[in-house]
């Protein structure tokens, strides 16, 4: 086979498409003055909230301005999302699990950044901010320009992790005020700090349901199913195990030797994608479950007989990948995945045939492991949203589990994925 590490040549470049790559979208933006611009707003997949924006008046303007914290009180991207712009304390307190503190840490900082508006509704306005050390969440009354945080603290104390739950208090008096019933004191009651369950009671105060922040937000589906065709070009290999039918090691009595590494056959899947912001779907996390085949067969020619052997691995495996869209534009999309691959194989063959002067003899073959991992690199490319090629390349993967020797497969996929709505 041609050496593969070629192929891995474009998903070395792609980093240079996504350079110049951008993501505007029709928006406006407050000016702390209270004056609206309306242009092309850059949505990025930010991991923590955005202290400035790229900001245009028009979708083919060259140059864009930048828009921050001290310039402008408010932004949003239409039936997208928005952001608030919130002076103040923040609780400086982490609340990872592995690194929590000894003793109840009240620490905070004043800044100034963006919120970004998770639920709004006639009565509260729920907000999300994300920093390098948690996720916090804040709250407001629609009618009132102050947000203030939903204070969660967890810490070590005596040797007892110990959870002050703050934000259950603050919940209360809003659903007290608001709506003042037990089906929504109870859910505060069990609700966990987190992004879901607390979209939920504020969805509850609000009288408001997920169809409501749709009509605001727009519907960005998230998740996709798709289904998969094509080829998986193979090698199996090794280091001892095939030496009576490689002609480069030379063993005495034998006058010829061929072999086959290399098989083609096709390969199906069927899979998910799930992006992790849909409003820009740069990165998605995708989970594939494939079935394909792989093939070997050998063949010497001794003085006295002739020996042959085949070996078939049939193959389902389970795919998690991370998939990168270095080129992200409605019409193409240019994306890059590494995973894991979870393999399953059932074998055919795996036995030495002797033929000594028209005098058979079978020999059992070689241990073979059922269950094995590799890891598959992709490139592909997806056009208008519905047609996915892409060519993956597995280095060699062994699946065998002996001192003696080793048995391995590479292979190059060629797919076409239909992905439906």
Excluded: C
């Excluded at 002050?164 to 966990?192: S, V």
């Excluded at 105060?205 to 080829?231: C, P, Q, R, Y």
């Excluded at 989970?287 to 052997?309: M, Q, R």
């Amino acid at each position: 086979m041609k050496p593969y590490y070629k192929l891995l040549l474009p998903a070395l470049l792609l980093p240079l498409f996504s350079v110049a790559q951008t993501n505007y979208k029709p928006g406006y933006a407050v000016t702390l003055k209270g004056d609206t611009l309306r242009g092309f707003i850059n949505i990025k997949e930010w991991s923590v909230n955005p202290k400035k924006i790229s900001f245009k008046t028009a979708a083919d303007d060259k140059n864009s301005r930048e828009l921050g914290v001290n310039d402008i009180a408010f932004f949003a991207a239409t039936n997208l999302e928005a952001y608030q712009r919130y002076a103040g304390l923040l609780n400086d307190d982490p609340t990872n699990i592995s690194n929590l503190p000894t003793g109840r840490n009240l620490s905070t900082i004043t800044d100034t950044v963006f919120l970004k508006i998770i639920q709004k509704g006639t009565k509260i306005t729920l907000f999300e901010y994300t920093d390098s050390k948690k996720d916090h969440f804040f709250v407001t009354e629609t009618k009132d320009n102050q947000p203030v945080e939903l204070v969660y603290r967890i810490y070590n104390n005596d040797g007892k992790t110990v959870n002050e739950n703050g934000y259950m208090q603050q919940l209360y008096m809003l659903a007290q005020k608001f709506d003042d019933n037990q089906n929504l004191k109870t859910m505060i009651e069990r609700a966990d700090y987190n992004y879901t369950n607390l979209v939920e009671i504020s969805r509850m105060i609000n009288h408001s349901t997920a169809k409501d922040d749709e009509a605001v937000t727009g519907k960005k589906k998230g998740t996709f199913f798709f289904a998969s065709a094509g080829v998986n070009i193979s090698k199996i290999s090794s280091d001892k195990a095939f030496a009576d039918f490689d002609s480069s090691v030379k063993t005495t009595g034998t006058t010829g030797k061929s072999s086959t590494p290399t098989s083609s056959f096709p390969r199906i899947a069927v899979g998910v994608n799930v992006l992790a912001n849909p409003n820009t779907g740069r990165l998605v996390f995708r989970v594939e479950l494939a079935y394909t085949a792989n093939k070997y067969k050998g063949n010497a020619v001794y003085s006295g007989g002739t020996e042959s052997y085949s070996l078939t691995q049939n193959t389902f495996s389970l795919i998690p990948q991370i998939l990168y869209n270095f080129y992200n534009a409605d019409a193409l999309k240019i994306y890059g995945a590494v995973g894991a691959s979870l393999n399953i194989s059932k074998y055919g063959g795996n036995k030495s045939i002797f033929n000594d002067s028209g005098v058979i003899r079978e020999f059992g073959g070689y241990t073979l492991l059922p269950r094995w991992t590799s890891f598959p690199f992709h490139v592909g490319a997806v056009i208008n949203k519905k047609f996915d090629v892409s060519i993956a390349y597995i280095p060699n993967a062994t699946f065998t589990n002996t001192d003696a020797y080793y048995i391995q497969v590479s292979a190059v996929q060629v797919g076409l994925n239909y992905t439906f709505n």
